[in-house]
């Protein structure tokens, strides 16, 4: 089954709707893929939900929040968070995620990062927009 680490620019963007990227989660709901995820990016989309500016957009509630981040807490492939990459230097936080596909043995990195896009691809495992992922899963 495909593995996929889905960066929090996604995730967030795919929290309800009917957007591309709500599709991508909608897959991994339906166990189309595996989503890879670390401790690290939980914090990480965990805080960013919480920011008031989000909530707002995209009508959060703490229950929806709070489901949301148990669900990938007990439903992705959660790694150690041990592998600290040093690739991306114009953007950090952005190693968070190649480190949790290098670590989960993701075949794919699913973003809307620039940085993250700009690679392509890291070792062999793929970058790619939310469409040309969906478009993988079809």
Request: glycine share 6%.
């Amino acid at each position: 089954m495909i593995r996929a680490v889905i960066d929090t620019n996604v995730l967030i963007s795919g929290i309800t709707g009917s957007t591309t990227p709500a599709k991508v989660i909608d897959a991994w709901r339906q166990n189309k893929y595996v989503l890879v995820t670390s401790p690290q990016l939980i914090t990480e989309a965990n805080e960013v939900l919480h920011r008031p500016e989000i909530t707002r957009q995209f009508n959060l509630t703490e229950n929806l929040i709070s489901e949301f981040v148990g669900t990938l807490s007990t439903r992705a492939y959660v790694t150690s968070g041990t592998l600290q990459l040093d690739v991306i230097q114009e953007d950090p936080p952005d190693n968070q995620v190649l480190s949790a596909a290098v670590e989960g043995s993701a075949g794919y990195i699913v973003s809307g990062d620039k940085d993250l896009l700009r690679l392509g691809r890291y070792q062999d495992i793929v970058i790619s927009k939310p469409i040309g992922f969906l478009k993988k899963l079809k």
